[in-house]
T-cell receptor
Framework: ETGVTQTPRHLVMGMTNKKSLKCEQH?????MYWYKQSAKKPLELMFV???????ENNSVPSRFSPECPNSSHLFLHLHTLQPEDSALYLC????????????FGQGTRLTVV | DAKTTQPPSMDCAEGRAANLPCNHS???????VYWYRQIHSQGPQYIIH???NNETNEMASLIITEDRKSSTLILPHATLRDTAVYYC?????????????FGKGTKLSVKP
């Protein structure tokens, strides 16, 4: 248990569906992140939020839409995805500043059919 | 952030020390060396970090060469549960600590 909880753990969706991934952290951190890990590829940072504000978007397609209503919750809204978007989506949080580590959730395994 | 180079895979016998090397020859003076690991289908887990002095915690030891161009992560008594992909990451301190550039890492297989 890392203090970062992601739901659901597994998700299968069609290309025309709309779904959302949820991340919640119980660590009092003020920064949250979405990562994508495709098969046989390194983890790729998608979005960074600091104090609920998006501070980084690494050229992620608009079919991925993040939302951070407060410092403890982060969502990733998905719509009209492609099969190549199938991957493990990981959420992380950190305190920010200094040199503390990041804490990752267990991830959501997404399959687009 | 500086690039790191790690061997793609290593084997280690259970109970023996696992020594995982990392080259970071272009590291800057204000960049730290971080190690994370990822057990199959789980999120990465922080292990240890250091600037220039050797560091030790309950999980591992980090040995950084004097010129800081390479480092070694040591798991003193590897167990089967240490089988994972180990990532060496170099970055400056401060800022968003979850903003990490992951390479391919080293896949460590601990064998009975």
């Amino acid at each position: 248990e890392t203090g970062v909880t992601q739901t659901p753990r597994h998700l299968v969706m069609g290309m025309t569906n709309k779904k959302s991934l949820k991340c919640e952290q119980h660590l009092g951190h003020n920064a949250m992140y979405w990562y994508k890990q495709s098969a046989k590829k390194p983890l790729e940072l998608m979005f960074v939020y600091n104090f609920k504000e998006q501070t980084e978007n690494n050229s992620v397609p608009s079919r991925f839409s993040p939302e951070c209503p407060n410092s403890s919750h982060l969502f990733l809204h998905l719509h009209t995805l492609q099969p190549e978007d199938s991957a493990l989506y990981l959420c992380a949080s950190s305190q920010g500043g200094g040199y503390t580590e990041a804490f990752f959730g267990q991830g959501t395994r997404l399959t687009v059919v | 952030d500086a690039k790191t180079t790690q061997p793609p895979s290593m084997d280690c016998a259970e109970g023996r020390a696992a020594n995982l090397p990392c080259n970071h020859s272009t590291i800057s003076g204000n960049e730290y060396v971080y190690w994370y690991r990822q057990i199959h289908s789980q999120g990465p887990q922080y292990i240890i970090h250091g600037l220039k002095n050797n560091e030790t915690n309950e999980m591992a030891s980090l040995i950084i060469t004097e010129d800081r161009k390479s480092s070694t992560l040591i798991l003193p008594h590897a167990t089967l549960r240490d089988t994972a992909v180990y990532y060496c990451i170099v970055r400056v301190a401060g800022g968003s600590q979850g903003n990490l550039i992951f390479g391919k890492g080293t896949k460590l297989s601990v064998k009975p």
